[in-house]
């Protein structure tokens, strides 16, 4: 009688399919790597399925990615109406108001009130994106969908939910951003050819957030802790001179809004759009990148630790 091969059942975030293993990929002798991707889940070892996991690099995070994307495609309102509430702000106030202000100072130079407001509404926009993305929607997932309890069931790993999230975070940040872009395009609110590194930076403050935001969910217990999450980004979008220069603050107030992540945001896409550059910028880079670095890693080490005791 002659003997069946092994079936593999494969598993992913996208789909669950069966082919068949060589008998001679599992054997008692030392495993090649390409027979290592090869072996069924539930005949490895501990080592050789750590060893597996480690060999599937970053595809795991693509595979959320697009597990998201096939969610929204059926609910695509929900990913749209993100981009109507800058829009609406700079309509009401930057238009609006704005015929009222008139111009304003702004590093020595008088700037329309509309151009001054346009720059800090799209980092809002960007920060609020990756807010909402990187909290409730991760918070619903890791508590009542189970769904990463499925993903590390893969062989993915913790480091690739984190990235695959914030990954995602940033898709919807980018679509929003472009879009807000092309509306201050259309009303004259770019003065500079600094503004096409914009949408990057845009990215770059939805990776702090989002960074951010995941690790901070990981600690949260229940959705009354989401009025922390508002307490502090409430006051961010307010007084993060969004509406207002940083000089009409007193003093102490000013050196506070100078270290929020913000208000880091709001300076360096404010600097891009107005074309006032210079070196002081780069600190605004590094704030928002390490921001976002250290919120993946806590995000990561938390959501092992949550889902692997």
Partial sequence: MSEQPVSE???????????????????????????????????????????????????????????????????????????????????SIGIGIGALVGKLTFAGHPVGYTSFVAPALLATSAMNGAIFDSTFNIFFRLKYAKLYDAALATPMRTGDVALGEVGW?????????????????????????????????????????????????TFIRSWQDFEYVTLATLPMFLFSATFYPLGVYPRPIQLIVDCT?????????????????????????????????????????????????
């Fill in 9 to 91: 059942r494969s598993v992913s975030a996208g789909s669950v399919s069966e082919r068949p293993v060589p008998e001679e990929s599992v054997s008692a002798g030392p495993v090649s790597g390409r027979a290592l991707r090869q072996l069924p889940l539930r005949i490895l070892p501990a080592p050789l399925l750590l060893a597996r996991r480690g060999s599937l690099g970053g595809r795991g995070s693509a595979h959320l990615i697009e597990r998201h994307a096939r969610v929204y495609r059926r609910t695509w309102l929900v990913l749209a109406s993100g981009f109507f509430e800058p829009l609406f702000y700079l309509l």
């Fill in 261 to 309: 992540p913000l208000y880091q945001g709001i300076a360096l896409l404010r600097g891009l759009t107005l074309g006032y550059v210079g070196p002081g910028l780069l600190w605004h880079v590094l704030y928002l990148t390490v921001m976002g670095a250290g919120g993946l890693a806590v995000a990561g080490r938390r959501i092992g630790r949550l889902l692997l005791r």
């Fill in 169 to 217: 975070a940033l898709i919807r940040g980018g679509l929003y951003a472009c879009a807000f872009m092309v509306i201050m395009l259309a009303l004259g609110l770019v003065h500079s050819i600094w503004a096409v590194l914009a949408i990057p930076v845009a990215l770059l403050i939805g990776f702090a957030f989002a960074g951010a935001g995941m690790a901070a969910t």
